[in-house]
Structure formats: structure tokens, C-alpha cells
């Protein structure tokens, strides 16, 4: 089945700094990837949409600046929180729909973000 | 907009019962239908989706939901839960094209106990 990794699993970040996250599938072409952030006992709330080669897309309340999204290739794209406050912590979910199969969506397993 | 509502936010059975999670969207036009768990400290998996066709769909681990189209539901059933069922579950729902993002329910907690 189509696989999409992220890396790191986990990240804890002094107040101030960026910190990056990857998203790649790895063994399939993600034409648009998905960025989400779940909170605690919440649900997924999408982020952004990013297609290869395109400016992401970012849904209302989400800082454009600060969540700066790159989809450089059609098996990577990365999730840079730029100066990064405890408010940000949270669980981030990338996720990747394939060429073969516009209506499947594809979830990585997640990275925790620890803001100290 | 599309929405997702998910009635139950804790549900507590034991095991051996039955399990309905209920599930209802609001779109205008054609929707696939999915429902995904996330077990404690896990990834999100896909338990079944609902593209097209027969309206009852079968997923994986005794898993199975019905499109009701008249009642914009898509609920989650299944006969006999286990333990091992404990888990977060949500219903999520994109466009007919499927060019749309997943759109997610706030998700259903369900403990079971032994």
C-alpha cells in the first residue's frame, strides 16, 4: 500500500527557534500533500493543501508566514514552523493523494512538537 | 463548506457489544465517505471507504458502515467488539472528485472494557 513517512517523529524546540518537518510518500508520486495539526483529544484540522511545483493553500486563521510549506517534488514536502511558541505545539499530520488515486488520501504517522 | 458531526464524543461498551458510531455530513454535491481509527499513540489508519456503488461497505477488523444518502449519514458498525477496539475514531468526507481535502469529525472515543 502507499506508504508516506515524516521525520522527525519528534521535536522539542526552545521558544524563538524553526524548526522543520518532512513529509515524503515513499512509494508513490503525491501530486497534492495535506498539512494538519491535531491537538490533544481533538480532531485533524487541515492546515494547508500543497501541489508540486504551487504555492500552498492555506486554510482561514493560519499564518501563511509561519507555517511555511514547500512542495518541492512529488514525493516530498516540508512544514517549517518559523519562530516557533509553546503555542505551538501540537501534533502535525502530513498527507499525500497519489496520481493513481485522486480520492485517497495517504497519513503519516505524525510529528510531536514540544515548544519549551 | 463541507462539515462532519460525530454525536458521540465517549462511548463505553463492553465486550461482545455492538458498536454504532454515528457519523453526518453536509455537502451539496457527490461524497466519498471514510472512517479512519487511531489507536493510543498510533497513526491514522483507514478502516472502509464510500465511493460509489453498493451503499453498505465492508472494512477491515469486522468493520462495516452504511451510506444512507436520504439522511446524509455514514455510520460506523460493528457486531461484537474487542478490547483491542479501544481507539479514536473518525468519520471524514471529501468531494465526489475528490480533489478536495479530507474534512474530519471531532472523532469518537470508544473504551472497551472487559
Known amino acids: 500500500g502507499a506508504v508516506v513517512s515524516q521525520h522527525p517523529s519528534w521535536v522539542i524546540c526552545k521558544s524563538g527557534t524553526s524548526v522543520k518537518i518532512e513529509c515524503r510518500s515513499l512509494?508513490?508520486?503525491?501530486?497534492?500533500m495535506f498539512w494538519y495539526r491535531q491537538f490533544p483529544k481533538q480532531s485533524l484540522m487541515l492546515m494547508a493543501t500543497?501541489?508540486?511545483?504551487?504555492?500552498?493553500?492555506?486554510e482561514q486563521g493560519v499564518e501563511k508566514d509561519k507555517f511555511l510549506i514547500n512542495h518541492a517534488s512529488l514525493t516530498l514536502s516540508t512544514l517549517t514552523v518559523t519562530s516557533a511558541h509553546p503555542e505551538d505545539s501540537s501534533f502535525y499530520i502530513c498527507?499525500?493523494?497519489?496520481?493513481?488515486?485522486?480520492?485517497?488520501?495517504?497519513f503519516g504517522p505524525g510529528t510531536r512538537l514540544t515548544v519549551t | 463548506a463541507q462539515s462532519v458531526s460525530q454525536h458521540n464524543h465517549h462511548v463505553i461498551l463492553s465486550e461482545a457489544a455492538s458498536l454504532e458510531l454515528g457519523c453526518n455530513y453536509s455537502?451539496?454535491?457527490?461524497?466519498?465517505l471514510f472512517w479512519y481509527v487511531q489507536y493510543p499513540g498510533q497513526h491514522l489508519q483507514l478502516l472502509l471507504k464510500?465511493?460509489?456503488?453498493?451503499?453498505l461497505v465492508k472494512g477491515i477488523k469486522g468493520f462495516e458502515a452504511e451510506f444512507i444518502k436520504s439522511k446524509f449519514s455514514f455510520n460506523l458498525r460493528k457486531p461484537s467488539v474487542q478490547w483491542s477496539d479501544t481507539a479514536e475514531y473518525f468519520c471524514?468526507?471529501?468531494?465526489?472528485?475528490?480533489?478536495?481535502?479530507?474534512?474530519f469529525g471531532k472523532g469518537t472515543r470508544l473504551s472497551v472494557i472487559a
Open positions: 471524514a468526507v471529501n468531494g465526489g472528485l475528490g480533489n478536495t481535502p479530507l474534512v
Open positions: 464510500y465511493f460509489s456503488g453498493d451503499p
Open positions: 498527507s499525500a493523494r497519489s496520481q493513481a488515486s485522486s480520492y485517497e488520501q495517504y
Open positions: 455537502y451539496g454535491g457527490t461524497v466519498n
Open positions: 512509494d508513490f508520486q503525491a501530486t497534492t
Open positions: 500543497s501541489n508540486e511545483g504551487s504555492k500552498a493553500t492555506y
